[in-house]
């Protein structure tokens, strides 16, 4: 036996604005709301990503992060999408990579990595 990963549960102050900007990025959409959370995916698929209202702010770097790739441009192109659905570079002291780290409307972490996948 084993288990499957079927969320991924992210704490935020406003879980509507942060379903919005996900669902800009990985093309997910809505698929339940209950009081203060958001649970957005690809119906049938997993995992979905369950946006979890909470009071307090971030306060810290992230122990786990989301690592996300083009589908249909290179890395460049993705970099511009990314930032004009509101994500921000962030310097967490990465050095010279391959990849950016950004951050969400909230402060959350995530790396654009440079290959391309299937969509």
Not at 39 to 49: N, S
Not at 88 to 111: H, K, M, T
């Amino acid at each position: 036996m084993a288990c499957r990963i079927t969320e991924l549960v992210l704490d935020c102050t406003d879980p509507e604005a942060l379903a919005r900007f996900w669902c800009g990025v990985l093309d997910f959409e809505v698929l339940d709301r209950e009081d203060g959370l958001v649970e957005i995916g690809r119906p049938g698929e997993y995992p979905t990503l369950l946006l979890e209202r909470v009071d307090e702010p971030k306060l810290q770097k992230l122990r786990l992060h989301l690592d996300v790739n083009a589908t249909d441009h290179d890395q460049g192109a993705e970099l511009e999408r990314l930032l004009a659905l509101g994500a921000r570079q962030v310097d967490i002291g990465q050095g010279d990579v391959s990849w950016y780290v950004l951050a969400d409307p909230e402060g959350n972490e995530f790396c654009l990595l440079s290959r391309r996948v299937e969509p």
